[in-house]
């Protein structure tokens, strides 16, 4: 039995720059920050909603709260989905399904978004969360990416060894994380070049590129 385990955001959901719109506005809102740029994000992609918050604020000299900060930032970025629009990535479905169907794969989410938030991701991508067999969300963990602890524990809960796991990502800390766990990683370059992911094991351009076949190939080198 394999495991097929994918990030959310960026991976499934095209919501980076919701989430630097959103943050933006959060700043702007509680402590009247209005310079922060788009690239201030980029290394912490992927690292969960704290550390996006807080680490961009350093460099501006602001000490910011860091519950009311996150509770601010979600509601602007459920704001932004709140018409329901489709932000899924092209090829996400076919993968999917292919795994779905297949008696010796089982899926799996691993995102550091929170619960609620990972759920309106999810549904704005049109996923059908019942194919999954595990969903683990940053609610549920002690450490972020690029800690390895949230693919051990969606590899625990697939019931598969981690050496038997493909993740899919888009970030460097989450291609870090899946390594340090144990994984295969394919990443997509949704949000960083394939020359920042070269730790992964397959780099594509779109999860149009990938089929169970070549995954199943990464697990046998």
């Known amino acids: 039995m394999y495991g097929l385990v994918f990030d959310v955001d960026g991976v499934l959901g095209d919501t980076e720059g919701l989430s630097v719109t959103a943050t933006t506005r959060m700043y702007e809102a509680l402590y009247g920050l209005t310079d922060v740029k788009p690239e201030d994000f980029t290394p912490y992609i992927g690292t969960g909603a704290e550390v ?6 350093k460099k501006y000299g602001v000490d910011i709260d860091v519950k009311d900060a996150v509770e601010s930032r979600h509601q602007f970025f459920m704001e932004l989905l709140a018409d329901d629009p489709d932000i ?7 993968l999917i399904d292919a795994a779905a169907n297949a008696a010796d794969w089982k899926l799996g989410i691993a995102t550091s978004s929170p619960g609620k938030k990972s ?11 019942d194919l999954f067999d595990a969903w683990i969300h940053g609610d549920m963990i002690s450490h972020k990416k690029p800690h390895p602890e949230i693919y051990e524990v969606a590899a625990r809960e697939l019931g598969i ?12 800390l989450g291609v870090e994380s899946a390594k340090a766990a144990g994984m295969k990683v394919i990443a997509v370059t949704n949000s960083f070049t394939a020359a920042e992911l070269h730790e992964a094991d397959l780099i594509v351009d779109s999860l149009e590129e990938v089929t169970l076949e070549n995954a199943l190939a990464l697990l046998k080198n």
């Open 161 to 172: 060894s981690p050496a038997d796991c493909v993740a899919v990502e888009d970030a460097t």
């Open 88 to 94: 899924s990535f092209p090829g996400i479905h076919a």
């Open 119 to 129: 759920k309106q991701t999810l549904k704005s991508s049109r996923v059908n969360t």
């Open 52 to 57: 996006y918050c807080i680490e961009p604020a």
